[in-house]
């Protein structure tokens, strides 16, 4: 009943993790996407990703993705 389930040991791992994770949340919030003549945000880019038009699918995911290749390295 008196098991520990939390280790003073691991305190700056989770440190870490928590700025590592506030990393990434600010780039993906900071992300300005052009698509169809307008920057989106990539919230604004889900309705394209599920259109039922195959192109516009394909071209919303490829400026989704060019926007992570272009910040690949702070998301490492």
Do not use: C
Not at 9 to 32: F, H, P
Not at 56 to 76: C, I, P, T
């Amino acid at each position: 009943m008196t098991l520990r389930t939390f280790s003073p040991d691991v305190v700056e791992d989770l440190q870490e993790e928590n700025r590592l994770r506030t990393a990434y949340m600010a780039i993906k919030a900071s992300a300005k996407i052009p698509f169809d003549g307008e920057e989106r945000t990539l919230p604004q880019l889900d309705p394209f990703l599920l259109s039922t038009d195959r192109e516009v699918r394909k071209r919303a995911n490829e400026a989704k993705y060019a926007f992570f290749q272009e910040h690949s390295d702070a998301l490492e």
